[in-house]
């Protein structure tokens, strides 16, 4: 069955618990799993090292992946680039690991453009008022705030149904064991087997060739 | 989540142990699936039951029912009719359950085109070697047989890339696990939860617009 692993982007509304949901995902599976490290050209913060949390490059470097494609995507956000390097991407697929990019809705899309195979999958809570009071119960964010959060959420959700799946987040640990099967279940599509597939039809032609 | 069931359709080579792999797939869930119960002009054989195996017709209650287009297929092996009919698929669909159809590719070909939505499953032992085995250890059938079911085997095979997954019978364990979580994990395609998404989007405009 299929070897290589599969690109994953994940998206999600803010307050949706995609951050804990990755962390329990890739440590319950780390044998399976990689996550893709961003690009970015912002300072590092307190506590931060160069190719854990990001690989930090100026901006020239930066500008330089972009001319050479060496991203598999990238967006500026106020003064500071992100992106995804493709090297380390290609080299953890072709080692079998399933890659996951946590990144929105724009980039997820150019992503699964230039590379049709790649899984999006979106996660939500249960409901909108589930999403408002886990945005509240952080407890450290100002009225104004929450509601510049619903607001995006309600332009994100406008692209739910581009995604392949839909991941309802309202139990950590389910939530992560139906993520893992979700992915472990499309290497058994018939599309991502094709040689799988050849090999079956060649194999039995010969055989009936053999018998005449 | 999409509460309506799925209807998926088991297609397999014969000797790919897809028999073995329905049954204890039923038994293991049987709050989840139900089998669909073919209707045919037969005659019933010691043993069976009415609405049990099949739901036993004469020709004339047969082609009155494709008449009437009861039924979700149908075709003509030898002398004897045999079809799916709609009636029974719908209602263990409404109320919840994954309805399974074991049929063979062109019956599921038809079934697809008449129902996108519907699943298609195709079961297949790892190699041609391990087929060609499943085949001759049975020690019921002679080599004529044997090789008729390897050509066929052949035919069918043209059609693999068809099907949604491909289901890789080495363990029967995990094969059934491997199946069962292949469909649960089609209950969150966003394709399946259209009023999720919805109901979403709806709700996180007028959770703008109250803001506002």
Chains 1, 2 share one sequence.
Not at 103 to 111: D, H, N, S, T, Y
Not at 123 to 137: C, D, I, K
């Amino acid at each position: 069955m299929n070897q290589r692993g599969i690109l994953i982007v994940v998206s999600g509304f803010s307050g949706s618990g995609k951050g804990t949901l990755m962390k329990e995902l890739l440590k319950r599976y780390e044998q399976t799993y990689a996550l893709s490290i961003s690009a970015t050209t912002r300072n590092p913060r307190e506590g931060e090292a160069d190719g854990r949390e990001y690989f930090f490059k100026s901006k020239e470097e930066f500008e330089k992946m972009i001319a050479k494609e060496e991203l598999i995507e990238y967006a500026k956000y106020v003064e500071n680039y992100y992106g995804t390097p493709r090297e380390y991407v290609e080299q953890q697929l072709e080692a079998g690991k399933d890659v996951i990019l946590e990144i929105e809705i724009q980039g997820a899309l150019k992503v699964k453009e230039r590379f049709p195979d790649t899984l999006l999958l979106f996660v939500t809570p249960p409901t909108v008022e589930e999403l408002h009071s886990r945005l509240v119960g952080r407890g450290t964010e100002t009225p104004e705030v929450i509601a510049s959060r619903m607001a995006r959420a309600a332009e994100e959700a406008e692209g739910m149904d581009r995604y392949d799946y839909l991941i309802v987040n309202d139990n950590l640990d389910t939530c992560v064991r139906i993520m893992h099967e979700i992915i472990q279940g499309e290497h058994r599509r018939s599309s991502r087997n094709e040689e799988f597939i050849q090999n079956m039809k060649e194999a039995l032609k010969r055989n009936v060739k053999g018998d005449e």
